[in-house]
């Protein structure tokens, strides 16, 4: 988990920003924790007619936002891949920096990291990190000091046949077929059953 800047109001928290939901603050991008580790009261809201339809006893009122950490809400960081604007490199946050830290240490510049525009999703409910590796080398997950990502775009256009994945091996593919489901089921990289809010 981790103390992040930035708010949401409370009526996103069951809305638009609830469990589960990625949200973006300022350069860096989180997912909310899942209701038991919040650190909240006894329930306080009562609707004896919905209690009863749903089996529970009371409902909790989420957290205000304000200056008491010990009732923020807890995030996690994801997607756990990035990259860095000035070398392009792509690889987890974790391999850049220190966890609280978002920004690129090998680069002079030290410029912030940008989070993955990519996220894997199943019907169920599941997310996941895009697998990179998997989809740069056709299905192999290769990994180490001979095959480091680079994240490139190729001329002006946002379409995803610019956008690149490259290898150090010498390995490229384009994400233009990314968001195909038989693509990804033929890479291994279908649902793994991740919940990264839990």
């Not at 993955?116 to 169920?124: D, E, I, L, Y």
């Not at 994240?151 to 610019?162: H, M, P, Q």
Request: hydrophobic content about 35%; aromatic content about 8%; glycine content about 10%.
């Amino acid at each position: 988990m981790a103390n992040i800047k930035g708010s949401v109001r409370t009526s996103q928290l069951i809305t638009t920003y609830g469990v589960g939901s990625v949200i973006a603050i300022e350069d860096e991008s989180w997912t909310v924790a899942g209701l038991h580790l919040w650190n909240v009261g006894e329930p306080d809201i009562r609707e004896p007619r919905l209690e009863k339809e749903l089996r529970v006893s009371g409902f909790v009122r989420p957290p205000a936002t304000g200056d008491d950490e010990e009732h923020d809400v807890p995030v996690f960081r994801f997607p756990g891949w990035c990259y860095c604007p000035s070398c392009n490199r792509l690889d987890r946050h974790g391999q850049f920096c220190a966890r609280n830290d978002n920004h690129c240490e090998q680069c002079e510049e030290n410029p912030g990291l940008i989070p993955s525009r990519f996220v894997v999703a199943c019907p169920r409910g599941h997310l996941d990190d895009f697998p990179y590796s998997r989809w740069v080398h056709g299905g192999r997950d290769l990994r180490g000091v001979d095959h480091k990502l680079r994240f490139t775009t190729r001329g002006v256009s946002a379409a995803l046949r610019d956008v690149e994945i490259r290898c150090s091996c010498g390995a490229t593919e384009t994400m233009e077929h990314a968001f195909s489901a038989a693509m990804l089921a033929r890479i291994g990289g279908g649902c793994t059953g991740r919940r990264p809010w839990l």
